[in-house]
């Protein structure tokens, strides 16, 4: 077991509204091992507040959190040690990019793990091995981070997270500024690390074209509320997401589209662009 919500809640104090509950009695399991999950849901639902309780960034109002075995509540424990919690999950923020400071790619990426106390030989070896998993060369460890474009940014931010070497990587709308084509190949990147890894990825996004693609578990937030939990075909066949102020992916829109004004009688549920094409095709030669 990696991490379990027991009726979690989250609350605090807005100028505006005052106590603000920002989760509430969220009851969830995610396993170490071999997860994709998406996590959704309209701006102000709660998805980066649960996400900041997956690595103890902060802790719950009420109810408990278990990580790895350790038992978090609202008060801090000084027999944890958070940090080796924030080192089995690691939490990439929605702009990591603004993160990296250094003078060099390599030092960059070597700043975690030598806090935590990894000699600078073994910090130089897991800088190249996490720089290969987002798909960069050893070329780019001498270069400059701010010189890099900003995918190559997010890739290198990405691979100062991965030099830890979390079981659960947590990150908040990492395709956010890329274009449909960047999109594509972070996306890419992430499942193959999945794949290759057994890492459990974490994704928080509004992209549910890339939701129905990638993922095969999807959270839903909705007013602080888990409200989905399951298959992401079961989210998009059986619920009506408009209920959670969320969209459909596009080809479903454009297939139903199609079905209502033509009279047509498709499968709407085609995950690609390419799918969706040889549906149409199908429907009109009948």
């Known amino acids: 077991m990696g991490i379990r919500f027991n009726?979690?809640?989250?609350?605090?104090?807005?100028?505006?509204?005052?106590?603000?509950?920002?989760?509430?009695?969220?009851?969830?399991?995610?396993?170490?091992?071999?997860?994709?999950?998406?996590?959704?849901?309209?701006?102000?639902?709660?998805?980066?507040?649960?996400a900041k309780h997956m690595n103890a960034l902060i802790f719950p109002t009420s109810g408990t959190l278990e990580i790895f075995g350790h038992t978090i509540t609202n008060k801090r424990n000084k027999k944890i040690k958070y940090n080796d919690i924030?080192?089995?999950?690691?939490?990439?923020?929605?702009?990591?990019?603004?993160?990296?400071?250094?003078?060099?790619?390599?030092?960059?990426?070597m700043f975690g793990p030598m806090n935590f106390q990894i000699t600078k030989e073994e910090a130089k070896k897991?800088?190249?091995?996490?720089?290969?998993?987002?798909?960069?060369?050893?070329?780019?460890?001498?270069?400059n981070p701010y010189n890099l474009s900003g995918g190559e940014k997010k890739r290198v931010s990405i691979a100062g997270?991965?030099?830890?070497?979390?079981?659960?990587?947590?990150?908040?709308?990492?395709?956010s500024g890329l274009d449909p084509a960047g999109k594509r190949i972070l996306m890419d990147l992430f499942k193959n690390i999945n794949e290759t890894t057994g890492k459990t990825i974490i994704i928080i996004t509004h992209d549910m074209d890339l939701v129905y693609q990638y993922f095969n578990r999807v959270l839903v937030m909705n007013d602080g509320h888990l409200m989905f939990d399951g298959k992401t075909e079961a989210l998009f066949q059986k619920e009506d997401v408009t209920d959670y102020h969320l969209d459909y992916p596009n080809t479903i829109k454009v297939l139903k589209y199609l079905n209502q004004e033509l009279n047509l009688n498709m499968n709407v549920f085609q995950k690609t662009t390419a799918e969706a094409l040889a549906e149409i095709k199908r429907a009109v030669k009948l």
């Open 161 to 175: 997270i991965l030099a830890m070497d979390p079981d659960i990587l947590v990150l908040d709308e990492p395709t």
């Open 7 to 50: 009726e979690v809640s989250y609350g605090y104090s807005s100028f505006a509204q005052g106590l603000y509950t920002a989760i509430k009695d969220i009851n969830l399991e995610i396993t170490e091992k071999n997860e994709f999950i998406a996590l959704v849901g309209h701006t102000g639902s709660g998805k980066s507040t649960l």
């Open 126 to 143: 897991l800088a190249k091995q996490s720089l290969k998993l987002v798909g960069l060369d050893d070329s780019y460890l001498s270069r």
């Open 86 to 109: 924030r080192k089995k999950v690691g939490l990439v923020f929605q702009f990591p990019e603004y993160q990296l400071f250094e003078e060099t790619v390599e030092k960059d990426i």
